[in-house]
Structure formats: C-alpha cells, structure tokens
C-alpha cells in the first residue's frame, strides 16, 4: 500500500502539472477533475487502510516517475493500467477494495474525457 501511495502521490502531481501545460480547455477541466480526485480518493483509501492496519506505512517518494510527463493522453493510460495491475495486489478487504475500484472507476471516466472531449 505504501507504494501505491507513492505512486499515486506522484502521479497527482503530474495531473496538477498537466493541468496547468495543456492548451486544451476540455484536457485542462479534465485534469483538474484527476487532480482533485486522486487528492481525496487516496487520502481516503490510506486512511481506511491505516485504520484498519496501522499508521506504519513508509510512502517511498524518492522512486522514479512512471508516468509520462511528455503527453498527457500517455500519462492517464499509463495510470490506468497501472491501477488495473495493482487490484490484486492490495489488501482484499471489503471497504479498501471499494475505495480502490472507487478510484480505478474515477481514473477510468477521466481517461475517457480526455480522450474523446477535447
């Protein structure tokens, strides 16, 4: 979970950063709306995470960047299949796997907006 943590942690950043390049209103709306979500959804996904199993959860930040900061139609596919890699590897708990699809699903309809809304 820590690393899912990480990664998600970086790949707001890239959305924020993104958001502010894009010349594209439709790409520039859309990556808001990524922004704000990765924002809320993770903190609410490690909070039930360390809820139920602790607060000892080192988030590794100094790992490289695995999403595109070249296109950002490159960086929400490669975000959503990083999540797709990720189902099986987070706790099988109940409520974290729904906060999880929670962010998959959230990840999923922003990848389609930014394809296809521009």
Known sequence: MAELAGHLLKAQSVAKMWHWKVKSFALHLALGE?????????????????????????VPLSDPNPFSEQDPIAFISQLHLYLEKQHD???QDGFIVNKFEELQAAVARIKYKMENLK
């Open 34 to 58: 990524l922004y704000d979500q990765l924002n809320s959804l993770t903190d609410e996904l490690m909070e039930i995470y360390m809820g139920k199993y602790g607060t000892e959860a080192h």
């Open 89 to 91: 590897q987070i706790a």
